[in-house]
C-alpha cells in the first residue's frame, strides 16, 4: 500500500511541476507577442527575415503579382546591427551567433500624396490605415507640399505636381497610373526620376490589379453546379461601352460579330441605352437577360484586364468574352475555365458559331460556372501594402527606373489592333 501511495504522490508532484512549467511558458509567450517589437534575432533569423522581403519587390519575383505576399508582411520591430563587429563571431557558425540588436518601435514613414482629392476616401495622417486594420499601420499621410524635402516618400497620381527637379538619393517617388500606355502619354516625360511604380501590370512595384480572385484550395478549382446558369437568358450578347475610339479593332471586331449573333451594344458607341449613373440596374439587365459579355478592353496591351472582365462578366454571371491582354496572362489570372479569348478563334463567324452551340446546350454553357464557389474576390488591402513597402524599403538601397517609358511603353508592351498570337 505504502509503494501505490509514493507512486500517487509521485505523480501529483510531477503534474504539478507540469502544470507550473506550462503556466510560465504561458507568460513568456504572452510577454513575447505583447513586446513583439522588442524580438532580437539570431544571424540566421534576420537572413531569413531579409530573405522573406526579397519576396515583396519584383526583381525577385517578377512573373509573380506578390500580393499576399505583402499583405501579410508584418514587421518584427525596427532593429539596427549597432553591436555586430566583424572581428567577432569569426570561429562561429550563422547558428551559434546571436547579434545584439537595439530594439526601437518602427518609425512612422510619412508619404506625401500630390493631388489626395483623386485618390479618395484616403484621409490624412494615420487614419486610413487604423481604419483599414493594416497589419503594418506606422504611415502618416500628408498633402502638405511644404513637406517635399523632409517626407519618405512622394506619391503622383497619373502627373499631378510632378517636380522636374531631381529626386533626393534618400526618398522614394511613386509613379501611380491606372490607365494603359496608349491614354497616359504623359508618362513619356518622366525619365529617371521614379523609384517605384505602382498600376495593373504584375511587373510594377507594387501591383494594382482591377480584380483578384484567390482559390480556397488551389488543388480544387471547378465545382459541381446545382443552378443552371441560363435559366431565363433569352438573348445572346451584351456590351456596354462609351470610348468608340479605342487603340485596337474591338469596334470593328464587334460590328463583324454582330452579323452573325446578337449584339447588343449598350452606351454611347451602340442603340440601346443604360445610364451610366443607373448602372447597376443595367448591371441586372445583363446578369438576367443575356449569355455573354464582350469584355473588350480599349487596348491591347500587357497585363491590361480590367472591371470589364472581373465585373461586368465574372460577377454578373454572363461569360465574358475577352480582348486586350495576352491570353497566357487572362489564364494566370482568371478563374479556370470562366471566359472566352476572343484569339482562340480564326474569325468572329467562327466565334459566333460557338457561341450559338453553346446557347443551345446548357449542359456546356454552364461548364463555364463550374469555377463557381472554389474561391472569392479579395481587397488586397492597396494602402496597407503601400505603408508596409515603405518599412520593407529600409532593407534595400534606392533604385531608379533607367526610363520609366520605355519600361512602360517600350517593344511588346502593346500591339495596336494586332493580335498577340
Known amino acids: 500500500m505504502d509503494t501505490y501511495r ?74 539596427r546591427w549597432e553591436n555586430y563587429k566583424r572581428n ?61 524635402n523632409s517626407v519618405d516618400a512622394i506619391f503622383f497620381y497619373e502627373t499631378v505636381g510632378l517636380s522636374q527637379k531631381p529626386n533626393h538619393t534618400n526618398q522614394i517617388w511613386i509613379y501611380m497610373t491606372q490607365e494603359c500606355p496608349f491614354f ?44 443552371n446558369y441560363a435559366t431565363g437568358k433569352t438573348k445572346k450578347v451584351a456590351w456596354f461601352v462609351s470610348n468608340c475610339r479605342p487603340s485596337n479593332n474591338r469596334m470593328g471586331y464587334a460590328k463583324e460579330l454582330g452579323k452573325y449573333i446578337q449584339v447588343d451594344i449598350y452606351g454611347r458607341c451602340g442603340t440601346k ?31 491590361y484586364i480590367t472591371e470589364k472582365f472581373f465585373i461586368n462578366g465574372l460577377i454578373y454571371n454572363a461569360i465574358p468574352i475577352v480582348m486586350g491582354a495576352h491570353p497566357d496572362e487572362y489564364r494566370e489570372v482568371a478563374p479556370e475555365n470562366s471566359y472566352i479569348h476572343y484569339e482562340d478563334f480564326k474569325s468572329p463567324k467562327e466565334l459566333a458559331d ?12 454552364n461548364e463555364y460556372f463550374k469555377w463557381k464557389g472554389t474561391g472569392e474576390f479579395i481587397d488586397t488591402k492597396f494602402w496597407c501594402r503601400v505603408c508596409a513597402m515603405l518599412h520593407a524599403a529600409d532593407y534595400y538601397k534606392p533604385t531608379w527606373y533607367e526610363n520609366v517609358w520605355e519600361w512602360w511603353a517600350g517593344k511588346g508592351k502593346c500591339i495596336g489592333k494586332e493580335r498577340w498570337t
Open 6 to 79: 509514493k507512486i500517487f504522490y509521485a505523480l501529483v508532484i510531477f503534474m504539478v511541476i507540469c502544470i507550473c512549467f506550462y503556466i510560465s511558458q504561458l507568460e513568456y509567450n504572452l510577454k513575447n507577442l505583447q513586446n513583439i517589437w522588442n524580438w532580437t534575432p539570431t544571424t540566421k533569423q534576420y537572413v531569413s527575415y531579409r530573405r522573406n522581403t526579397s519576396r515583396l519587390f519584383p526583381g525577385n519575383q517578377p512573373e509573380n503579382d506578390r500580393i499576399e505576399a505583402q499583405m501579410k508582411y508584418v514587421l518584427p520591430g525596427e532593429e
Open 88 to 148: 567577432t563571431h569569426q570561429n562561429q557558425s550563422d547558428s551559434d551567433r546571436n547579434v545584439k540588436l537595439k530594439p526601437i518601435r518602427p518609425k512612422f514613414k510619412t508619404l506625401l500624396i500630390y493631388s489626395l482629392r483623386y485618390l479618395q476616401p484616403l484621409k490624412e495622417n494615420q487614419t486610413s490605415f487604423l481604419e483599414y486594420k493594416c497589419p503594418v499601420n506606422e504611415c502618416l499621410v500628408t498633402n502638405n507640399k511644404a513637406m517635399q
Open 184 to 227: 497616359n502619354p504623359s508618362v513619356k516625360h518622366l525619365g529617371n526620376k521614379i523609384n517605384w511604380t505602382i498600376n495593373y501590370r504584375q511587373d510594377s512595384t507594387i501591383v494594382y490589379p482591377y480584380g483578384k480572385f484567390r482559390y480556397f484550395n488551389k488543388s480544387v478549382r471547378q465545382k459541381v453546379q446545382v443552378q
Open 273 to 303: 441605352v443604360c445610364k451610366r449613373e443607373d448602372k447597376y440596374s443595367c448591371f441586372e439587365i445583363l446578369k438576367k437577360e443575356y449569355k455573354f459579355y464582350l469584355a473588350f478592353e480599349n487596348s491591347n496591351c500587357r497585363d
Open 354 to 365: 460557338y457561341l450559338h452551340e453553346l446557347d443551345k446546350n446548357d449542359t456546356l454553357y
